[in-house]
C-alpha cells in the first residue's frame, strides 16, 4: 500500500477531529516471550492503519494544522551497534522520506517535546484503558500544560476516545484493502485445498497445520492471522482449540479454521471434512445442513439488509434441520424462541473482518442492528457441535462442522473472497480422492 492510502486516511481523520485537537496512537509494546526471546512483533492495528510503519518504539501524533506539519512520528533513531544485533532501523530520515510523517523525534524525547503540542489544544483524541501506563504518561503531559496557565498556556480539558471516529473509517474498505484480502484469502484457499490433498489417518493435526504455514508463508504472508485451529473428531466440537497435537483417526471428521495475514490484513475461512477422504451418512447429513444455512445467509449480504440477517436465516435452517434428524424435540418455532439450538449452535454467524481478525466497527447503532453496506466486509460461519451428551444419539457424538467464508458487501450484492476452497460433499471428496491416486 502506497504512502498516498496512509495519507488520505490520516487527512480523513483531522478532518473528522476538527482543529483545537491532536490524537496520539502509540503502536503496541513489545511481549517477551521468555527470558531474553521477545514474540515477533506486530504493530497495533490503528498505529498501522494510519502510518504503515512497521517498528516497535513508536508513537504517532496528529496535530491539524501545526505549522511544522501534521504528522508527527516518535521513533527509534539509527543505531549501527544495535542494527547489528537486531535489524535495521529506519531512524528519523526514514519515519519522513519512507512513511511520509512532516516531522520525527527520537522515541526517548518524547516527554520533553510532545507536551508543547497539547499547548492551546480544546481536545485530545486517545484511547484510554489499552495500556495503564502509557494512559499516565498521556495525563502527565497534560498536567504539565497546566502548570503554566498562569503564562496564559491552556490545557486541553477534554478527551475523546478515538474508536468512534477511527473504526468507523476502518469498517469500510478502500480498493487497496480490498485487493490485499482477496489475495490474503486466495492464499488460505491455496492452504485449505492443501491440506485436504495430504490429510490421511495416522497423521497429527500439527502436521496439517505446518502445511497450512508452510503454504502461508511460500506466498507471502509471514504469519497467520490468528493461531490456527486444526480439530479431528471430539476436538472439532472446541470451538477455539488451538492445541493441535491429536492423532487424526480413520472415520472422524477435521474442522480447519486458519487464515493468512497480508501486509496487516486477515483472512479467517473454515472448512470440514473427513479424514479418510469420505463422509459417513451422519456427517454427511450434518455437514450438507451447516452448508445450506452458510449459502443462505451468504445470501442476504447485500446493502440495504441488517447486520443480523445472516445469523436469522442460519438459526433457522439450523433449526429446522435438527427437528427434522430428530436431534432437537418440538417445532421450530419453538425451539428458536426458547433458543434450544444454542446447545449446538452457540455463537454468531459472522464477525467484522479487517485488519483484525475479529475487526473494529459497531454491530448496532442506536440500539438497532446497522444496515450492510458497500465496503463493509464479514464472515459468515455457521456450525454444529455435538459433544457426547444425554439425550444426544450416539451416532451424532463428536460431529463437528463449521463452514466459514469471507464476504464483502458490494454495490449489487456481495463478493465471497473464499470461493476457491472447495466446500460442497462432491468437491471436497473428488479433491481429496484425486490427492490419494496421484
Same mark, same amino acid.
Given at each position: 500500500?502506497?504512502k ?9 481523520l483531522?478532518?473528522l ?21 521477545e514474540?515477533?512483533?506486530r504493530?497495533?492495528s ?18 491539524p ?15 549501527e ?8 532501523r ?15 523525534f ?6 520533553d517535546i510532545?507536551?508543547?503540542m ?8 486517545y484511547t ?31 478527551f475523546?476516545?478515538?474508536n468512534?471516529?477511527?473504526h ?5 474498505k478502500?480498493?487497496s ?5 482477496k ?19 495416522g ?55 486458519a487464515?493468512?495475514?497480508?501486509e ?10 473427513p479424514?479418510?477422504?469420505?463422509y ?13 444455512? *452458510?449459502?443462505?445467509?451468504i $445470501?442476504?449480504?447485500?446493502? &440495504?439488509?441488517?447486520?443480523? @440477517?445472516p445469523?436469522? %436465516?442460519?438459526? +433457522?435452517i439450523l433449526?429446522?434441520g435438527?427437528v ?16 434450544s439450538?444454542?446447545?449446538?449452535f452457540?455463537?454468531r ?22 444496515k450492510?453496506?458497500p ?14 451428551? *444425554?439425550g444426544?444419539q450416539? $451416532?451424532?457424538w463428536?460431529? &463437528?462442522?463449521?463452514?466459514? @467464508?469471507?464476504?464483502? %458487501?458490494?454495490? +449489487?450484492?456481495?463478493?465471497?473472497f473464499s ?9 471436497i471428496?473428488?479433491?481429496?480422492a ?5
Amino acid at each position: 500500500m502506497n504512502k498516498r492510502e496512509f495519507f488520505r486516511r490520516r487527512k480523513r481523520l483531522m478532518d473528522l477531529m476538527g482543529d483545537e485537537s491532536v490524537a496520539i496512537i502509540p503502536t503496541s509494546p513489545v511481549h517477551i516471550r521468555n527470558r531474553d526471546v521477545e514474540f515477533p512483533h506486530r504493530p497495533d492495528s490503528d498505529f498501522f492503519y494510519l502510518s504503515g510503519y512497521p517498528e516497535p518504539e513508536a508513537v504517532l501524533v496528529l496535530v491539524p494544522d501545526r505549522h511544522h506539519g501534521e504528522f508527527v512520528l516518535f521513533c527509534r533513531e539509527r543505531d549501527e551497534k544495535m542494527e547489528t544485533w537486531n535489524g535495521r532501523r529506519s531512524g528519523l530520515e526514514g519515519a519522513c522520506d519512507i512513511y511520509g510523517a512532516n516531522d520525527a523525534f527520537p522515541i526517548e524525547d518524547m516527554d520533553d517535546i510532545l507536551p508543547g503540542m497539547l499547548e492551546d489544544r480544546e481536545r485530545i483524541y486517545y484511547t484510554m484503558g489499552n495500556d495503564s501506563g502509557f494512559d499516565q504518561r498521556v495525563l502527565g503531559w497534560v498536567n504539565q500544560v497546566r502548570k503554566q496557565a498562569r503564562t496564559g498556556i491552556n490545557a486541553p480539558d477534554e478527551f475523546v476516545s478515538l474508536n468512534h471516529l477511527l473504526h468507523e473509517m476502518r469498517l469500510f474498505k478502500s480498493r487497496s484493502e480490498i485487493t490485499l484480502m482477496k489475495k490474503a484469502a486466495k492464499i488460505s484457499c491455496h492452504a485449505h485445498k492443501r491440506a485436504m490433498k495430504v490429510c490421511k489417518p495416522g497423521m497429527m493435526e500439527y502436521q496439517i497445520e505446518a502445511e497450512l504455514l508452510h503454504e502461508f508463508m511460500r506466498h507471502g504472508c509471514r504469519s497467520a492471522a490468528y493461531p490456527s485451529i486444526v480439530g479431528s473428531g471430539e476436538n472439532g466440537c472446541i470451538l477455539h482449540y488451538t492445541e493441535n497435537n491429536s492423532e487424526m483417526n480413520d472415520g472422524e471428521l477435521l474442522l480447519i479454521d486458519a487464515g493468512a495475514e497480508l501486509e496487516g490484513y486477515a483472512s479467517d475461512i473454515t472448512r470440514t471434512f473427513p479424514v479418510n477422504g469420505e463422509y459417513s451418512k451422519e456427517q454427511k447429513q450434518i455437514y450438507e445442513l451447516v452448508l445450506e444455512a *452458510n449459502e443462505k445467509a451468504i $445470501k442476504k449480504v447485500r446493502p &440495504g439488509n441488517h447486520w443480523n @440477517d445472516p445469523h436469522d %436465516v442460519a438459526v +433457522e435452517i439450523l433449526t429446522e434441520g435438527m427437528v427434522s434428524l430428530g436431534i432437537l424435540k418440538g417445532t421450530v418455532k419453538s425451539n428458536i424462541k426458547n433458543e434450544s439450538y444454542k446447545k449446538y449452535f452457540m455463537h454468531r454467524t459472522g464477525h467484522w473482518l479487517g485488519m483484525d481478525v475479529h475487526d473494529v466497527g459497531d454491530y448496532k447503532l442506536d440500539g438497532e442492528w446497522r444496515k450492510l453496506e458497500p465496503g463493509m466486509v464479514t464472515t459468515i460461519e455457521p456450525g454444529l457441535y455435538f459433544q457426547p451428551q *444425554n439425550g444426544l444419539q450416539k $451416532k451424532w457424538w463428536n460431529i &463437528g462442522v463449521r463452514i466459514e @467464508d469471507d464476504v464483502l %458487501v458490494t454495490k +449489487e450484492g456481495n463478493e465471497v473472497f473464499s470461493h476457491d476452497a472447495p466446500k460442497t460433499v462432491d468437491e471436497i471428496q473428488a479433491l481429496m480422492a484425486t490427492a490419494k491416486v496421484a
